[in-house]
């Protein structure tokens, strides 16, 4: 998916984690591109997310919303969250996790 053309204020969050040992990347993947297209588009003020991978295995995933409370508010359903979400958190290794949440000016 193309990264869409915006103009500030909008907010972006970053989320930084390594998965569970024996997590296969590439089952995992599909499984978090399912995740986006199914639970993570579908939340108020979501603009865009995109996915990356770096050399020691670190994943990045990188969501646009309309403001920074969009951010924080879409996790605000976390014990109503579909099976497929929490199948993919089952594969992050949550002690590696960092979450972070910028306004874009």
């Not at 599909?30 to 979501?46: I, M």
Request: hydrophobic share 40%; glycine share 4%.
């Amino acid at each position: 998916m193309p990264t869409p053309q915006l103009t500030p204020p909008y907010a972006v969050e970053i989320v930084n984690y390594k998965l569970n040992d024996g997590t296969d990347p590439d089952a995992y993947l599909a499984l978090c591109r399912q995740v986006g297209e199914e639970f993570t588009s579908a939340q108020p003020g979501f603009l865009h997310r995109e996915i990356g991978r770096d050399e020691d295995g670190t994943w990045a995933i990188i969501v646009t919303w309309k403001t920074a409370d969009d951010a924080r508010n879409s996790i605000s359903n976390i014990d109503t969250i579909p099976d497929v979400v929490k199948e993919y958190m089952a594969m992050i290794n949550r002690e590696t996790l960092t979450r972070a949440i910028f306004d874009v000016v």
